[in-house]
């Protein structure tokens, strides 16, 4: 059994989870997410309590008034934490079981007495669900893989786009160039044909004289 608690103290609210006993801890650990945040009594026994976090979110991400929320779930579920005047909250990412273990992120965070406003707001929202926490994580995954997946074929969609209109562009400035220099014979030629034209001998019609000294129309 897991214990789903709502943590509407921002919008969008957040969901806390934690499990009934020993047992349920060990599948939540097992099975927990990797954005999850985990929350336990410092150096004293506890309950795990688990944020949802948003994928993409990070440790830093976790609003102030739903940490106090989480502290305060994880005091009210310590007998040894409930009792005492001040407590600290450990907290840390997912997969991180050992305190000051290499590589990961823990803070403390001091919390000095229950508040029941707060707890009792969360106890409101309480849920007892019997989830398949296998199932819930490999659901999460396949999509998470899914989405991958959809990046990388978004993104050769577009290197293949941009190859296009790159070839695209080489053709049209190949054949900018090629009209360039046709242009340039086409106008050698032309420039050739109006020099021809203009020192050709004159076509006209015209008297042809004999060296006797007669002209064309004597000689007929």
Same mark, same amino acid.
């Given at each position: 059994?897991?214990?789903?608690?709502?943590?509407?103290?921002?919008? +969008?609210?957040?969901?806390?989870?934690?499990?009934?006993?020993?047992?349920?801890?060990?599948?939540?650990?097992?099975?927990? !997410? +990797? =954005?999850?945040? !985990?929350?336990?009594?410092?150096?004293?026994?506890?309950?795990?309590?688990?944020?949802?976090?948003?994928?993409?979110?990070?440790?830093?991400?976790? +609003?102030? =008034?739903?940490?106090?929320?989480?502290?305060?779930?994880? #005091?009210?579920?310590?007998?040894?934490? @409930?009792? $005492?005047?001040? &407590?600290?909250?450990? !907290?840390?990412? $997912?997969?991180? !079981?050992?305190?000051?273990?290499?590589?990961?992120?823990?803070?403390?965070?001091?919390?000095?007495?229950?508040?029941?406003?707060?707890?009792?707001?969360?106890?409101?929202?309480?849920?007892?669900?019997?989830?398949?926490? &296998?199932? @819930?994580?490999?659901?999460?995954?396949? =999509?998470?893989?899914?989405? #991958?997946?959809?990046?990388?074929?978004?993104?050769?969609? $577009?290197?293949? @786009?941009?190859?296009?209109? #790159?070839?695209?562009?080489?053709?049209?400035?190949?054949?900018?160039?090629?009209?360039?220099? =046709?242009?340039?014979?086409?106008?050698?030629?032309?420039?050739?044909?109006?020099?021809?034209?203009?020192?050709?001998?004159?076509?006209?019609?015209?008297?042809?004289?004999?060296?006797?000294?007669?002209?064309?129309?004597?000689?007929?």
């Amino acid at each position: 059994m897991v214990f789903y608690f709502t943590s509407a103290v921002v919008d +969008p609210p957040f969901t806390i989870y934690m499990g009934k006993d020993k047992h349920e801890n060990e599948d939540l650990i097992k099975y927990g !997410w +990797p =954005e999850d945040i !985990w929350f336990h009594v410092d150096k004293l026994s506890s309950a795990h309590v688990y944020l949802r976090m948003p994928k993409g979110g990070t440790i830093d991400d976790v +609003p102030p =008034e739903v940490l106090v929320d989480c502290a305060q779930l994880v #005091k009210n579920n310590s007998i040894q934490g @409930e009792s $005492r005047g001040s &407590a600290g909250s450990g !907290w840390t990412k $997912r997969g991180t !079981w050992m305190w000051g273990r290499s590589g990961s992120t823990v803070r403390v965070v001091a919390v000095e007495k229950k508040i029941n406003e707060i707890v009792n707001r969360l106890e409101k929202t309480k849920v007892e669900r019997f989830p398949d926490l &296998a199932a @819930e994580k490999e659901s999460r995954d396949r =999509e998470e893989r899914n989405e #991958k997946k959809a990046q990388l074929q978004e993104q050769k969609r $577009r290197e293949k @786009e941009e190859q296009k209109k #790159k070839k695209e562009l080489e053709e049209l400035r190949s054949y900018s160039a090629l009209m360039t220099s =046709e242009n340039m014979k086409t106008n050698e030629v032309r420039l050739k044909l109006q020099r021809w034209e203009e020192n050709r001998p004159f076509s006209g019609t015209f008297s042809v004289l004999f060296q006797d000294g007669y002209d064309s129309d004597d000689f007929m």
